[in-house]
């Protein structure tokens, strides 16, 4: 059975930091790329970040540029969002998503897997 | 950066066929996928490469995508396809991911 389990979310201060935690099983690990999805409640989803299969390249959406990081440890299967100078806007539910990454072909998948999602929420 | 584009709500009869459009420039030339999110929960992946079903989503569910319009058709509705659908795509222009705006399918 595939699990990714986010952890981390919490109620945090604006300008405060936090940092969330993907565990992931049941694939290997290795030959996905990661990313991660928020979602404000009642409204739609918005990719945030997408992190490589060996952490050599990441990228982001404009809005969090220079504030959040995405990052990976393949050896503990897991992808983490360092996520610095929070605003209200990012209060969010936060999901880890999985994309398999053929390095043969190139070829890039969907979001075949999610987790559950962690709610960070920003506020004074 | 590319937008995709799509209508806020769609409502369908039981039994019906509901078919749930996504705009974009030229999207035909990129893979589109598709999830299926029910309040409180994670989204679903129902097609991806514009029409191939993951193990486990019904026949019913299908799509497809040329020029600037795909197209998710969920045949013979139920009560349980009740959700909010999105597409997605990734834009190796600006090396990123775009999902729809989603849309909300109500089954009368």
């Known amino acids: 059975e595939v699990q990714l389990v986010e952890s981390g979310g919490d109620l945090v201060q604006p300008g405060g930091s936090l940092r969330l935690s993907c565990v992931v099983s049941?694939?290997?690990?290795?030959?996905?790329?990661m990313s991660w999805v928020r979602q404000v409640p009642g409204k739609g989803l918005v990719w945030v970040s997408r992190?490589?299969?060996?952490?050599?390249?990441?990228s982001y959406a404009e809005s969090v540029k220079g504030r959040l990081a995405i990052s990976r440890d393949n050896a503990k299967n897991t992808v983490f969002l360092q996520m610095n100078n929070l605003r209200a806007e990012d209060t969010a539910v936060y999901f880890c998503?999985?994309?398999?990454?053929?390095?043969?072909?190139?070829?890039?998948?969907?979001?075949?897997?999610w987790g559950q999602g962690a709610l960070v929420t920003v506020s004074s | 950066s590319y937008v995709l584009t799509q209508s806020p709500s769609v409502s369908v009869a039981p039994g019906k066929t509901a078919k749930i459009t996504c705009g974009g420039n030229?999207?035909?030339?990129?893979?589109v996928h598709w999830y299926q999110q029910k309040p409180g929960q994670a989204p679903v992946l129902v097609v991806y490469?514009?029409?191939d079903r993951p193990s486990g989503i019904p026949e019913r569910f299908s799509g497809s995508n040329s020029g600037n319009t795909a197209t998710l058709t969920i045949n013979r509705v139920e009560a349980g396809d009740e959700a909010d659908y999105y597409c997605?795509?990734?834009?190796?222009?600006?090396?990123?991911?775009?999902f729809g705006g989603g849309t909300e399918l109500t089954v009368l």
């Open positions: 998503a999985s994309s398999r990454y053929d390095i043969s072909t190139g070829y890039l998948g969907p979001f075949d897997y």
């Open positions: 049941g694939i290997t690990f290795k030959n996905y790329w």
């Open positions: 992190i490589n299969v060996d952490g050599s390249s990441t």
């Open positions: 030229n999207i035909g030339n990129k893979n």
């Open positions: 490469d514009d029409s």
């Open positions: 997605h795509v990734w834009d190796g222009g600006s090396d990123s991911w775009v």
